[in-house]
C-alpha cells in the first residue's frame, strides 16, 4: 500500500502568517490527493481534492500543488480558526491511505 | 442540507457482538459509496472499508478483513458497520463518510459526526 509521509509533525505560525504543510507519496498517485482539516471532538472536513481543487466553502486562503509525489497545502494569511490537525489522503492505489497529520498550531 | 448522522457512543466487552450505524439525508443515497474510518484514541484516520449502496457491494483493507462486515439498507439510507467479537484494539472513534468522485479519486465530501466505541477486556 501507499505510505503517505506528511512534514512538519508539528507547524507553529503566528495568525496572520502563511503556513505550509508537506505530504509525501511513496510512488506516483497522479493527482488523487486531498486534504482534511480537524478540530479536536470533530470530523475530519474536506478542504483540497484532486490536489488543487476547493471543496464547496472553503474560503480562497486554502490552496494545494504538486510536484511529482510532494504535495503542499498552503494557508495563506492564518486565521484563529484555521489552528487544527491536517491530514492528506490518497486515492490513487487501493486501499486510501492518509498521512499521519501535521498539527499546526500558534506561534 | 446533506448529512450523516450516526448511532451514539458504546461501551462493550471484549468478545461482545456489536452494530453501529450510519444514515444519510437530503441527498440520493443510492448513488454514493459510504465508507467507513476509524480513528484510534490519539491517532490519525484509517480508512476500513467502502460499501456501494446501489447493489451493496464492498470491500475492506485487506490488513483488517474477516474482522468487521459492512453493509447498507438503501430503503432506510442507513449503512452498518458489525462486529461478531470485538476486542479491546477495536476501541475508536468511527466515522462513516460519503464518497465524491472526482477526476478517477475517491474522497469524502461528507462526514458522519463519529460514534466512539470502547472495549474493555
Known amino acids: 500500500e501507499i505510505v503517505m509521509t506528511q512534514s512538519p509533525a508539528t507547524l507553529s505560525v503566528s495568525p496572520g502568517e502563511r503556513a505550509t504543510l508537506s505530504c509525501r507519496a511513496s510512488?506516483?498517485?497522479?493527482?488523487?490527493l486531498a486534504w482534511y482539516q480537524q478540530k479536536p471532538g470533530q470530523a475530519p472536513r474536506l478542504l483540497i481534492y484532486?490536489?488543487?481543487t476547493r471543496a464547496s466553502g472553503i474560503p480562497a486562503r486554502f490552496s494545494g500543488s504538486r510536484s511529482g509525489t510532494e504535495f503542499t497545502l498552503t494557508i495563506n494569511s492564518l486565521q484563529s480558526e484555521d489552528f487544527a490537525v491536517y491530514y492528506c489522503q490518497q486515492s490513487n492505489v487501493w486501499p486510501y491511505t492518509f498521512g499521519q497529520g501535521t498539527k499546526l498550531d500558534i506561534k | 442540507e446533506v448529512q450523516l448522522v450516526q448511532s451514539g457512543a458504546e461501551v462493550k466487552r471484549a468478545g461482545e457482538s456489536l452494530r453501529i450505524s450510519c444514515r444519510g439525508s437530503a441527498y440520493d443515497f443510492s448513488k454514493y459509496y459510504i465508507s467507513w474510518l476509524r480513528q484510534m484514541p490519539g491517532k490519525g484516520l484509517e480508512w476500513m472499508g467502502r460499501v456501494d449502496p446501489a447493489d451493496s457491494y464492498s470491500d475492506t483493507r485487506p490488513s483488517l478483513q474477516g474482522h468487521f462486515t459492512i453493509s447498507v439498507d438503501t430503503s432506510i439510507s442507513t449503512a452498518y458497520l458489525q462486529w461478531s467479537s470485538l476486542e479491546a484494539s477495536d476501541t475508536a472513534i468511527y466515522f462513516c463518510?460519503?464518497?465524491?468522485?472526482?477526476?478517477?479519486?475517491?474522497?469524502?465530501?461528507?462526514w458522519g459526526q463519529g460514534t466512539l466505541v470502547t472495549v474493555s477486556s
Open positions: 484532486a490536489t488543487s
Open positions: 510512488q506516483s498517485i497522479s493527482n488523487t
Open positions: 463518510a460519503r464518497h465524491l468522485y472526482y477526476d478517477a479519486g475517491n474522497y469524502f465530501d461528507y
